[in-house]
């Protein structure tokens, strides 16, 4: 059973830049299909990226993100990114790391039921 922390939020101007870090417990971190998802206030969660076992061309990104956040991870470290550049005002929500075994291409899990592991939350507010 993985276990999640989130780490890297906080607060920045609209043009920033934030790298999020998610750092999973267990040795089977390479086994997972990793993914970002966020939630703004009073919305739905929403699918921000997702990166195969491997990483590499196997990633995937929302239409609202993609050209600006890149996802990536280490296996070693058993850590996920997501370095978000050119942040919006309406990129401030909650970010979640999620994981899951079932998948193996990054464009096929895409919704939050694709996914048993959840870290808690980082909190990123972009000021316009």
């Known amino acids: 059973q993985a276990q999640l922390v989130e780490s890297g939020g906080g607060s920045v101007q609209a043009g920033g830049s934030l790298r999020l870090s998610c750092a999973a417990s267990?040795?089977?971190?390479?086994?997972?299909?990793l993914a970002w998802f966020r939630q703004a206030r009073g919305k739905e969660r929403e699918f921000v990226a997702s990166?195969?076992?491997?990483?590499?061309?196997?990633?995937y990104y929302g239409d609202s993100v993609k050209g600006r956040f890149t996802i990536s991870r280490d296996n070693s470290k058993s850590t996920v990114y997501l370095q978000m550049n050119s942040l919006k005002f309406e990129d401030t929500a909650v970010y979640y790391c999620?994981?899951?075994?079932?998948?193996?291409?990054?464009?096929?899990?895409?919704?939050?039921?694709?996914?048993?592991?959840w870290g808690q939350g980082t909190q990123v507010t972009v000021s316009s």
């Open positions: 990166i195969g076992r491997s990483g590499g061309s196997n990633t």
């Open positions: 999620a994981a899951t075994m079932r998948f193996t291409f990054a464009s096929l899990a895409t919704r939050p039921p694709n996914y048993e592991y």
């Open positions: 267990g040795s089977t971190f390479s086994t997972y299909m």
